[in-house]
């Protein structure tokens, strides 16, 4: 499995919370944590939008993609709206989280709580080449649960 190195900063005052990590030696995510002063309670229906404390710097030729908790999703009804998020590599701001609670209950963010986790990977740029046809697959323009 590949290695990269990527620089990250702690935003002023999150300097107590972990850096996103690995919860297990086979995790695709990095978990990322609430960096909220006090706490934030999200409405059922609610939504808000959550810092996690920190900023990245990543390599051209990569992409952070932020993705909900399954267990959040599951248990409370939360998750993320945009999701799954995108943090560029020219990017350079403090990673926040749009959460929003489809539960029936009002969910209270405390510091330091897992809400979401991250996903690096590498991306490609496109060049377009422009045809007037398409080579045929089985499934041609079949859509929308068509499988």
Same mark, same amino acid.
């Given at each position: ?51 996690? %404390?920190?900023?990245? =710097?990543?390599?051209? /030729?990569?992409? &952070?993609? $932020?993705?909900?908790?399954? @267990?959040? !999703? ?10 799954? %998020?995108?943090?560029? =590599?020219?990017?350079? /701001?403090?990673? &926040?989280? $749009?959460?929003?609670?489809? @539960?029936? !209950? ?42």
């Amino acid at each position: 499995m590949e290695t990269i190195d990527v620089r990250i900063r702690r935003i002023a005052g999150s300097e107590d919370l972990p850096l996103p990590r690995y919860m297990t030696d086979r995790a695709a995510g990095m978990d990322l944590c609430a960096a909220v002063a006090a706490e934030e309670t999200i409405p059922p229906g609610g939504r808000k939008k959550i810092p996690t %404390g920190i900023a990245v =710097a990543l390599p051209e /030729g990569y992409e &952070a993609q $932020i993705r909900p908790r399954s @267990g959040l !999703a599951l248990h409370e009804g939360v998750t993320l709206l945009n999701a799954p %998020g995108t943090i560029d =590599a020219d990017y350079r /701001g403090e990673i &926040a989280l $749009i959460v929003v609670n489809h @539960g029936d !209950a009002p969910f209270v963010v405390t510091r330091g709580a897992r809400l979401a986790q991250m996903v690096v990977q590498k991306v490609c740029r496109v060049r377009w080449v422009e045809s007037d046809g398409l080579d045929e697959t089985q499934r041609g323009a079949g859509g929308f649960g068509h499988t």
